[in-house]
């Protein structure tokens, strides 16, 4: 019982983490989109309105001046970090479950290990008690009975029949009373 609580508790922690976890990684998405957005306009402005200076690298002219090759490489950009938030969610997910099953099952094993070592020393309490207990019961029986004959001794060759156990206890009897 204690077990299933457990479980269920954890599952609710890390579910929680877990929306938490995705709403951060959302606002990052949407920060990496601002940014993304942001790169863009600063680059045209710097192309429309830098071409002019000529203190500009030739290469970068280059860059500036070829806007599909830029918008190429500013989108491979963006992918590439979104790849990465993609990427980090999923490992940081997979690990977490991951845990939560190793813990889990590690937990359901000690509580597993535990019950049988309970139930052994139960079981062995009880049989030692109950041996207790019969001999007990014997002892009891053989003082309350003490003409008690064995159906069968070692001398003997035939088990006594009921008569002859009477005259036995009979003969016993007359042979404590003082004549």
Known sequence: MLTVWLNRSVRELTTGWLEQLRGHLAALRDIQLQYHEQLIEVLITFGEFRMSDTNIPEQ??????DKEALAMVIQASHETH???IDFREENMVSRLKGWLESAMNGIRTNELRRSRSRISEISHFTDTHIGYLQDMRVLTRLEMNKYYVPEVRADQDHVPTKDELKQIKKARKWSSQPH
């Open 60 to 65: 970068l002219k280059l860059l500036v001046t």
């Open 82 to 84: 979104c790849a990465v």
